[in-house]
C-alpha cells in the first residue's frame, strides 16, 4: 500500500479531546515495559542527574507514566500543538498522581525546532521516547535529524509507531476492529495514521543508508515498529 501522508500535528480541539478520553492505557504500560526491559538489559539504571524526553508526548499519558516509572529523573513532553500541551497541562494538574508529577513539565515546540529550547541545550538527554509520532512526520529525514540533534553518546532512543498494512484490504480491516473500541473521530485518525505510516523495510533502508547503524528496527507484532539504540 502506498503511504499517504497526514497532517503533522493534531491541533482541532474536538480531536485532541477525543483521543484524550480515549482508553490507550494498556499500549502504554506495555510501551513502559517494553523501555525499563531494554534499560535492564543494558545495565542502565535512571537517577537524579538524568533527563527523559518524551517526543510529540500528545496529552501527556506517556509522559506522565515516565516521571511516575522514574520519579528521580527529570520529564519533558514535547509537542508541536498547543492543544495537545494545553491538554497535557490540564490532565496534569487534576491528576491523582500529581504530587508524583512535580519531575514533569511540558513545552510546546516544532521538533525542527527543538534544538533552539533553552531547556535542551547543554544538556545529554539519557532517554529520547517517541510513541505514534514517526507516522505524523511527512520525511523521515525531520525525525532522524531531530533525534541526532538531541542525542549524545549516552542517550538510548526509544521509538515506537504503527505499521503500515500491506494492502487496502488489511487496513480497512483494522479499521473496522478499531471501530467496535473507539468513536468515529478515532477511528478515522486511525485509518489515516495507518496509511501515512512507514514500513520496517522503509525504517531500516533509512537507517542504513544514513549512517545510523548503531540504531535497530523491529517489529513487534503484526502492528508496530521499534526503532531503538543509539545514534
Not at 62 to 70: C, F, M, R, T
Not at 103 to 123: A, E, G, Q, V, W
Not at 193 to 221: I, M, P, W
Request: aromatic share 8%.
Amino acid at each position: 500500500m502506498e503511504r499517504i501522508p497526514e497532517p503533522e500535528l493534531m491541533e482541532e480541539k474536538e480531536q485532541v479531546i477525543s483521543y484524550d478520553e480515549a482508553d490507550f492505557s494498556e499500549g502504554e504500560v506495555n510501551l513502559i515495559n517494553q523501555i525499563n526491559h531494554y534499560l535492564s538489559r543494558k545495565n542502565i539504571s535512571l537517577g537524579e542527574k538524568d533527563l527523559i524526553v518524551d517526543l510529540g508526548c500528545g496529552p501527556g499519558n506517556i509522559s506522565e507514566k515516565l516521571a511516575i516509572k522514574w520519579p528521580n529523573t527529570e520529564v519533558v513532553g514535547i509537542d508541536g500543538s498547543k492543544e495537545m500541551i494545553l491538554r497535557a497541562e490540564y490532565n496534569k494538574n487534576i491528576s491523582n498522581n500529581q504530587k508524583k508529577l512535580k519531575n514533569l513539565r511540558y513545552i510546546c515546540s516544532d521538533i525542527r525546532d527543538i534544538k533552539s529550547i533553552n531547556l535542551l541545550i547543554n544538556r545529554d538527554v539519557s532517554l529520547l521516547v517517541s510513541n505514534s509520532l514517526i507516522h505524523h512526520i511527512t520525511n523521515l529525514e525531520d525525525f532522524f535529524n531531530t533525534i541526532r540533534s538531541l542525542s549524545s553518546k549516552i542517550t538510548v532512543n526509544f521509538h515506537k509507531d504503527l505499521k503500515r498494512p500491506l494492502d487496502e484490504k488489511s487496513a480497512l480491516q483494522l479499521k473496522t476492529q478499531c471501530s467496535k473500541e473507539y468513536n468515529e473521530i478515532l477511528t478515522n485518525d486511525y485509518y489515516a495514521s495507518l496509511r501515512a505510516s512507514y514500513t520496517f523495510k522503509e525504517l531500516k533502508n533509512f537507517t542504513l543508508e544514513n549512517d545510523l547503524l548503531s540504531l535497530d528496527v523491529f517489529e513487534d507484532g503484526d502492528k508496530y515498529l521499534i526503532v531503538y539504540g543509539n545514534v
